[in-house]
Every structure is written in structure tokens, then in C-alpha cells.
């Protein structure tokens, strides 16, 4: 299974929506919460990225929740 990254920020409804959705769906993901970690900020805009949260997994990169995408990563 691919390994899944969420970039997310305190405070934001749709980085918590899109981890619990992971969560119900038993995709295991690591955060990176951006107040925690300023250094992924400048990776995150390098990379075209301007709003959280983000999720990257093996050739796949949504940011926002978006339901229909997160499905794919679940088995």
C-alpha cells in the first residue's frame, strides 16, 4: 500500500473532515500539521499548493476534501 502524507493546519474543518474520512476507511496516513511544522510550508508552495489540507500518496495529490478522490486510496 502506498504511504499516504496529509498536510494539514489547526483549526481547518476540511483537514479534519478529509482525516477522519481516511481514518473510517482504514487508510493509515501520517500528518504533517504545518504549526507544527513550518518547514513543509515552502515544500507544499513549491509544489504548486496553496491550500490545506493536502494529501499526497504514490502518484496521486488532492488538496481539499474531496470524497471521490480519497476513496480511491481506500481498500
Known sequence: MAR???YSKNN????????????????????RNINDEPQYIDYLKERGFQSLPVVEADGFEINGFRPNELSKLAI
Open 4 to 6: 499516504v502524507t496529509v
Open 12 to 31: 481547518c474543518m476540511q483537514c479534519k473532515m478529509t482525516k477522519r474520512f481516511l481514518t473510517e476507511h482504514h487508510v493509515d496516513f501520517v500528518e
